[in-house]
């Protein structure tokens, strides 16, 4: 009853390319695989374009500033004080990754990679072309390089934007002004992006990324991977060949063997008198981004997209079969006496809870510490070589290395003042007053001197304070505490 299919779908061998640009499939896992790979392509070429208002002037929305030592997300400015932070990310974000995998499988790998985005797009680019000029046509390859080189360089210069002003970069790079290292960056970024995505593409999966080889620590027995019923789906055979009786309601509460002429013998050569819902087409395998094939149990190159399940549940349609032949389930529901059957899935087991709760304390975390940090970074330390300097007049002086930083505002105009000493002098280095602008950049470093009248000079160390404040608003900024050294003080 299924002659109609057996010519389209029978032969299988002479389907299964091992080689070039995977077949398209279309289906639920397709779907969302290419809706992410346009949001994250997306952010990633949009990111650097969009514009933010920054102490007045206009800048990137996003930017690793490096020059400056900072990293811009919107309204939000991080320094390198703020490491701890992105230390943070780091390990939420691999917590996360751990969760998701041990919960789903691989859908890191299938679903969000760079490696797999790119090489999903790049994929795509070989379609399009082949439909427009014909998979076999003389300049078919020549157009697929031309547009892939195209996309590698652009997304060498889109990154190269994220470290400097993108608008600026544009025209910097054709007229040969931009620094030695963003061209050194994007010609980095373009060689990497087209040797990887456009020819190594699922090599770097099978043999080059280390993640598969650990991956399988985090995954246990009901832990959602790509799953062929084996059940269900053995001995394959056309499509014209009876199908099991135990299968054809899907009655799957006894689990009985199939009879077959040869048992040793399985596909589309076995002499079988019954065959299960594989019709041994290959679409699983041609339909692959690393060609392999799931029915031979899960494997290291399976990177969890589904597009196998996707291509499986095609074929199942034009036979007149259920879908989930290939299914994301446990690997426990395609084998032994769990065949077929429904697998209890438990979410509070003890790998995700975990990774969870990791995360949930790295999150808490974060949350704490960016809810209270201060706009503010002052730092002053006291210079001990020497510890103070006698003035001809009979008069102390100490001197200290000011450091100061004020997130999100320009041209902060302060002034400094000491507490604790009694007819104290203070001024910096290159000034006679007390005060600074902090500039365009946001920081200020410089020498500070601390001068102590002979009458009111300390015997020994005492404790003081530097204060800072704010010259058109009298607030306060930072405090600093330290010490003034005089003659007795030191031993």
């Given amino acids: 009853m299924h002659t109609h299919a057996s010519t389209a779908l029978g032969h299988a061998s002479a389907q299964r390319p091992r080689t070039g640009t995977p077949h398209a499939a279309t289906g639920r896992f397709r779907q969302v695989k290419t809706a992410l790979t346009v949001f994250l392509l997306g952010l990633f070429y949009i990111a650097p374009w969009v514009r933010w208002t920054r102490g007045g002037e206009s800048s990137q929305a996003v930017m690793f500033d490096a020059s400056a030592q900072r990293f811009y997300l919107f309204g939000l400015e991080f320094w390198p004080h703020d490491l701890p932070l992105l230390l943070g990310l780091l390990i939420f974000s691999a917590a996360a990754l751990f969760f998701v995998t041990s919960l789903f499988g691989r859908v890191w790998c299938g679903f969000a990679c760079p490696q797999t985005v790119w090489t999903d797009l790049f994929f795509a680019i070989d379609r399009r072309v082949d439909r427009m000029l014909g998979r076999d046509h003389p300049l078919g390859q020549w157009a697929k390089t031309g547009v892939h080189v195209v996309v590698a360089v652009f997304t060498g210069f889109t990154f190269a934007g994220f470290f400097t002003n993108i608008v600026e970069l544009g025209p910097q790079f054709i007229s040969g002004e931009a620094s030695i290292v963003a061209y050194v960056t994007i010609g980095v970024l373009t060689f990497t992006t087209y040797t990887l995505a456009a020819h190594a593409r699922e090599n770097v999966c099978l043999h080059m990324c280390p993640w598969p080889r650990f991956q399988a620590a985090l995954l246990d027995p009901e832990s959602l991977v790509v799953t062929y019923q084996n ?261």
């Fill in 231 to 491: 059940w269900r789906g053995e001995p394959r055979a056309r499509a014209r060949v009876p199908l099991r009786p135990e299968i054809a309601t899907l009655d799957s509460s006894a689990y009985i063997m199939p009879r077959v002429a040869n048992p040793s013998v399985t596909g589309s050569n076995a002499a079988t008198t019954y065959r299960g819902d594989c019709i041994d087409c290959g679409k699983c395998v041609s339909s692959c981004p690393t060609r392999i094939d799931i029915r031979e149990g899960l494997q290291l190159g399976c990177i969890g997209c589904g597009l196998c399940i996707d291509a499986c549940n095609t074929v199942m349609e034009r036979i007149g079969r259920p879908h989930g032949l290939i299914n994301m389930a446990p690997e426990l529901s395609a084998v032994g006496g769990c065949a077929g059957k429904s697998v209890r899935i438990r979410l509070f087991r003890a790998k995700p809870m975990f990774f969870a709760s990791i995360m949930m304390v790295t999150g808490s975390a974060m949350a704490w510490a960016l809810a209270t940090r201060s706009d503010v970074s002052a730092a002053v330390e006291h210079q001990r070589q020497p510890p103070f300097v006698k003035l001809s007049d009979g008069s102390i002086r100490n001197d200290y290395t000011l450091r100061f930083s004020r997130l999100g505002v320009h041209d902060s105009n302060v002034e400094i003042r000491v507490e604790g000493l009694d007819g104290a002098a203070i001024r910096l280095s290159n000034s006679a007053q007390a005060s600074f602008t902090q500039g365009a950049r946001r920081s200020f470093s410089d020498r500070v001197m601390v001068t102590v009248p002979k009458a009111s000079v300390p015997k020994v160390r005492v404790p003081i304070a530097f204060v800072i404040t704010d010259r058109e608003t009298r607030a306060p900024v930072a405090r600093l505490e330290t010490y003034f050294w005089g003659p007795g003080g030191v031993r």
